[in-house]
């Protein structure tokens, strides 16, 4: 099975940037990728940034112009940079590796223990 692994969180400043980092352990023939997401205390775990099918990027509302996905260090590898860092951002920021159930794959999505980000003054 595929397991992603986060690093790169910390505390930092508002208007601080800070890059995640989620690689995938193991190795399968199946198709997969890899999206971002996040959950602070009281709410519900929710999308961050992740790539569509067809290739493009997409991003939630309050993250746009601030975030941006990118792949390194081949494809099992997804960044993610985070610029003009608010409050608001803090969250236990999670990655996601969803293998699609074709080509006789068993369908199956795995998520990382997480890493902590914390904005503050």
């Known amino acids: 099975e595929v397991q992603p692994v986060e690093s790169g969180g910390g505390s930092v400043q508002p208007g601080g940037s800070l890059r995640l980092s989620c690689a995938a352990s193991?190795?399968?023939?199946?198709?997969?990728?890899m999206s971002w997401y996040r959950q602070s205390p009281g709410k519900e775990r929710e999308f961050v940034s992740g790539?569509?099918?067809?290739?493009?990027?997409r991003y939630a509302e309050s993250v746009k112009g601030r975030f941006t996905i990118s792949q390194g260090g081949g494809k099992n590898t997804l960044y993610l940079q985070m610029n003009s860092l608010k409050p608001e951002d803090t969250a236990m920021y999670y990655c996601?590796?969803?293998?699609?159930?074709?080509?006789?794959?068993?369908?199956?999505?795995?998520w990382g223990q997480g890493t902590q980000v914390t904005v503050s003054s």
């Open positions: 996601k590796t969803r293998v699609y159930g074709d080509r006789g794959c068993p369908g199956y999505s795995s």
């Open positions: 193991g190795y399968t023939y199946c198709y997969y990728d």
């Open positions: 790539f569509d099918p067809d290739g493009s990027e």
